[in-house]
């Protein structure tokens, strides 16, 4: 897929899932809640020892999700993501040998910028979309208005210390595409299998629709 592609896909929806998973046994009901709830796209981080085996599983098991790597740090997991059929995967930033391997790699790439520099230069490597990290932290909703005039062509998915709250704030702007966060599967639901809860979650979530492209 292109790196249009990706902006399309991603895009398309309001919340992506930002999971840590510890087994594939808690993976597969906790996929199935949230694209039963209307959020079918998900990231699942490389912080766990199972990542790789629940990006498969979910991939196989799991009708309409759409399963992404996050914490891709490097080109070796670039490839180990593609072995097991992410459809894209995600960085915290970007360093040029991360950059260089995603040009070849059949996954793509949405790379982490946080400062204005960063963005520059995602743009002259082509990124046109990128991840805004840690969104919350690094200056927020005020922080990514303030890029839009100078950097009108970029366009983010902002992730970090996000909630229900402030994802309806952060889709209100022109450059924000879709938001980030692991809010609609929290640990303790997650712990107690509360499917129903999470589901929930996701259904609040996903309605929360992008409310401006154009202001
Ligand atoms: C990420 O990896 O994008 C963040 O850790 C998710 O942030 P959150 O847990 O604060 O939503």
């Known amino acids: 897929m292109s790196k249009d592609g990706l902006e399309d896909l991603l895009a398309g929806t309001a919340v992506v899932p930002v999971l840590v998973i510890d087994s594939v046994a808690t993976a597969i009901p906790l996929a199935r809640a949230l694209v039963a709830g209307g959020l079918p796209i998900l990231e699942i981080t490389l ?22 790597a996050g914490t891709v740090l490097a080109p070796g997991q670039l490839e180990q993501v593609a072995k097991v059929g992410a459809r894209f995967a995600v960085s915290p930033g970007a360093t040029e040998v991360l950059l260089e391997a995603a040009r070849d790699s ?17 743009l002259e490597r082509g990124h046109r979309f990128m991840k805004f990290f840690p969104a919350e932290p690094g200056g927020g909703v005020a922080y990514l208005q303030a890029l839009a005039p100078p950097l009108p062509e970029a366009r983010f998915c902002p992730t970090g210390g996000i909630d229900a709250e402030r994802a309806r704030t952060y889709l209100t702007l022109s450059n924000v595409g879709c938001v980030g966060g692991s809010w609609v599967a929290p640990g303790d639901a997650v712990r107690t299998g509360d499917w129903a809860r999470i589901r929930a979650l996701a259904t609040e979530a996903a309605a929360l629709r992008k409310t401006s492209a154009t202001s």
């Not at 912080?47 to 992404?68: F, H, S, W, Y």
């Open 47 to 68: 912080r766990t020892k199972a990542a790789l085996e629940v990006i498969r599983a979910i991939g196989v098991e799991v009708d309409g999700a759409v399963v992404g």
């Open 106 to 122: 059949p996954v793509p790439l949405l790379p982490g910028a946080a400062t204005a520099s960063e963005v520059m230069h995602l």
